[in-house]
C-alpha cells in the first residue's frame, strides 16, 4: 500500500510540475529605437510568446516555434489584419529579426537591431 502512495505522488509530480514550469524573461533593447524596448516572456513548455512594449504597456501572447536555436512567432498589427509581422529570436545571440507580411509579398527576416538578454 505504501509503495503505491509513493508511485502516485512520484507520477504526480512528474504530471504537474511542467505545468508549474518558470517562463524564461528576456530584456529586448535596441540601442537606435527607444519605443522598441520590451520585456519578453518565453513559456517553453506551452510555446508561447507574450512580449510587453515599455513605451505603452502593450502586450502581444502568440504561440511559437522553437528550431534550430531560433525561437519564431508572428505579431499581427492591431487594427491590420492583413498585416503580420513574422519574428524571430535566435537564442545564441539574442538577436532579434524580422520580416512583414503583407496580402501578397513575403519579405525575407532582416535584423531590427534588437537584441535580447
Known amino acids: ?3 503505491i502512495a509513493v508511485l502516485t505522488a ?3 509530480a512528474t504530471v504537474v510540475s511542467p505545468a508549474n ?6 530584456r529586448c533593447e535596441n540601442p537606435q529605437v527607444e519605443y522598441a524596448n520590451s520585456t ?3 513559456d ?3 510555446g508561447r510568446i507574450t512580449q510587453i512594449w515599455d513605451a505603452d504597456g502593450s502586450r502581444d501572447n502568440s504561440p511559437a516555434t522553437f528550431k534550430d536555436g531560433l525561437w519564431s512567432w508572428v505579431v499581427t498589427i ?3 489584419a492583413d498585416i503580420s509581422i513574422h519574428q524571430s529570436l535566435d537564442r545564441r545571440t539574442g538577436e532579434v529579426f524580422a520580416a512583414i507580411q503583407g496580402d501578397t509579398d513575403t ?5 531590427t537591431g534588437t537584441f535580447c538578454r
Open 1 to 3: 500500500m505504501r509503495s
Open 21 to 26: 514550469a518558470v517562463k524564461l524573461k528576456l
Open 10 to 12: 512520484a507520477v504526480l
Open 78 to 80: 492591431d487594427g491590420e
Open 107 to 111: 519579405q525575407t527576416l532582416v535584423t
Open 40 to 42: 519578453l516572456y518565453i
Open 44 to 46: 517553453e513548455v506551452n
